[in-house]
C-alpha cells in the first residue's frame, strides 16, 4: 500500500552531500529493517551478508528472532563501509529473484526507500538498476540518467559508451577514478560534437567554432575542453581534480551532449 507521504507528495528537502566513503549506523539499520520489513526473514539475510564478507554463519544460531536477527545486526555493524552497499545491492537482488534489470514489487520499494534514505541524510549514493551509483546534483542526476540514452536513441553510439565510462567511474568504489572520469566525459562530448559537425577528425577545442553555439557559451566550452586537458590529461604535481570539480565537469558534458544531439536532430 503507498504511504501517505508518497500520495501527497510530501518529502524532506534534499540534504547537503556529506557522506561519500562511510555508512553511518542509521544506513546500516534502514537497509535491515526495510529488508525485514519487505518479507526477508533474518536467516536470508543472514546469509546474504555471509555470502558478501565471506564469513561463515553461526551454527548455533537457530532461532530467527532474537539469535539469528542478533547475529545479521552484528555483521552489519562491523562490515566495512563499502560492504554495506555490496550488502544492499545483494539484498535489492535476493528480493528482485531474477536479473537486477527486472524489478520485483520488493526490489522497486527497497530501489525507492533506501534511495529516498539517501537524499533526506546526504548520503552520495544512489541505488540504480541494482547497482550503487554516485549521486550529485540535480543537473548531474539528469544528465546521468537522460544523456546516454538520449545518445543512443541518436545513434551516436562512441559518445554513449564514453559517457557511461564516466558516469561509471566517478562512482567507482571505494575510491573514485576521478581522471577516468573526467577523459571520458570530455571523450563523450568530443564524439557527440564530431557527429554534429559531421567531421571525424578535430579535437574539441578545434571543432567548438563549428558548433554554432552563442556567445560566450561556445568560449565556455573551449575553457572547459582546455582545463579538462590540463588536468585530466596532462596531469601536473598539485593539479589533482577534487571529486566535486569532477562531477561538475561530467555533469556540463552530459548536458552539453544532450543539448547538441536534441538541436542536432
Not at 562512441?158 to 573514485?176: L, Q, V, Y
Request: charged share 25%.
Amino acid at each position: 500500500m503507498e504511504r501517505f507521504s508518497a500520495r501527497q507528495g510530501y518529502r524532506q528537502p534534499p540534504a547537503d552531500i556529506t557522506v561519500r566513503e562511510d555508512a553511518p549506523d542509521k544506513l546500516r539499520g534502514a537497509i535491515l529493517m526495510l529488508a525485514d520489513q519487505l518479507g526477508m526473514q533474518p536467516s536470508v539475510i543472514r546469509q546474504v551478508i555471509c555470502q558478501i564478507l565471506l564469513v561463515p554463519a553461526d551454527s548455533n544460531n537457530w532461532t530467527e528472532r532474537p539469535n539469528i536477527w542478533n547475529e545479521v545486526c552484528d555483521l552489519m555493524d562491523n562490515a566495512p563501509w563499502y560492504r554495506v552497499y555490496d550488502i544492499a545491492e545483494a539484498i535489492y537482488a535476493k528480493l528482485a529473484r531474477t536479473t537486477p534489470l527486472v524489478q520485483s514489487p520488493a526490489s522497486h520499494e527497497f530501489s525507492q526507500r533506501l534511495n529516498d534514505f539517501f537524499v533526506e541524510n546526504g548520503i552520495g549514493w544512489e541505488l540504480r538498476d541494482g547497482q550503487i551509483t554516485h549521486r550529485g546534483s540535480e543537473a548531474y542526476a539528469k544528465a546521468t540518467q537522460e544523456t546516454p540514452r538520449i545518445l543512443d536513441e541518436a545513434g551516436f553510439l562512441r559518445a554513449a559508451t564514453e559517457m557511461r565510462e564516466a558516469f561509471g567511474d566517478i562512482s567507482r568504489r571505494p575510491r573514485a577514478d576521478i581522471t577516468g572520469a573526467v577523459q571520458h566525459a570530455m571523450a563523450a562530448l568530443e564524439a557527440t560534437a564530431r557527429e554534429v559537425a559531421d567531421d571525424p577528425r578535430p579535437t574539441l577545442g578545434k571543432l567548438v567554432s563549428n558548433l554554432d553555439l552563442p556567445a560566450p557559451l561556445d568560449q565556455a566550452v573551449h575553457k572547459l575542453w582546455g582545463y579538462a586537458s590540463d588536468r585530466g590529461r596532462h596531469i601536473r604535481e598539485h593539479q589533482s581534480i577534487a571529486l566535486k570539480e569532477a562531477e561538475l565537469i561530467v555533469g556540463i558534458a552530459g548536458l552539453l551532449c544532450a543539448f547538441l544531439t536534441h538541436r542536432h536532430s
